[in-house]
């Protein structure tokens, strides 16, 4: 005699990450447990599909997928279905969309804007880096700033600093919502121009000199500008 159904437990594999997403494929292991007349069949179906006889299935798409599944002894009991949710991320974001850095030119005060649209993903936009430098940026560079709102279609960074008085390339690369980033989307953003130093004015008098600091004839004056930044504007 066996009245009781069969029980059965599922395992994803690999680790559920701290965000709170799987950023691998993802295989879902049935494990069917019967001490009577033991297990006849398991079924299993993702996101309300046909049913499938079978203890193993792998999710590699991106998004939210439920899993249904229940068993079914020899003497005939069936199990009450159970679900498991899984949400899969595993692909970094992509470029951001019409980055721009404000204001464009120079500038004596030293605090940028920088504006752009966020590509869709979807864990979400939860963070950028920022790299500054002439040449693209390699793993583990950059500067990470959290987001407040990863939904948003847009987002911002204010108050972008350059290290000291110079020309500064701006790269940009995104984070999502389960942690996935890449620099090889980083977008050449603009340049942080920041000059603080005035120009400095050189004054140099040519002509024939008499007695003291008289001259006798023509004379000619010279001014010179020296701007080592972003140069006179005359």
Do not use: C
């Not at 009245?3 to 494990?31: C, E, I, K, M």
């Amino acid at each position: 005699l066996d009245q009781q159904a069969p029980s059965t437990t599922a395992l994803a594999t690999p680790r559920l990450a701290a965000s709170g997403y799987y950023t691998a494929p993802v295989t879902v292991s049935l494990t069917p447990i019967d001490p009577v007349s033991g297990v006849s069949v398991t079924w299993l179906r993702a996101n309300g599909g046909p049913w499938l006889a079978r203890t193993a299935y792998q999710i590699a798409q991106d998004g939210l997928t439920t899993m249904d599944y229940y068993s079914v002894d020899v003497a005939g009991n069936v199990e009450i279905s159970r679900s498991l949710a899984i949400t899969l991320d595993a692909t970094a974001p992509f470029a951001p969309v019409a980055a721009a850095i404000e204001p464009q030119g120079w500038s004596a005060d030293n605090s940028f804007a920088l504006r752009w649209q966020n590509p869709s993903d979807f864990s979400g936009i939860a963070g950028a880096y920022i790299h500054l430098a002439a040449t693209p940026p390699q793993a583990g560079q950059g500067v990470f700033y959290p987001l407040p709102n990863p939904d948003a279609p847009a987002a911002e960074l204010l108050g972008l600093a350059a290290p000291e008085e110079g020309e500064w390339p701006v790269w940009l690369w995104l984070v999502d919502g389960a942690g996935n980033a890449k620099p090889a989307t980083a977008q050449l953003a603009g340049a942080l121009r920041h000059d603080a130093t005035a120009p400095q004015l050189g004054l140099e008098v040519a002509g024939l000199q008499g007695n003291g600091s008289w001259y006798i004839g023509p004379i000619d004056i010279t001014l010179t500008i020296t701007d080592a930044g972003s140069g006179p504007t005359f």
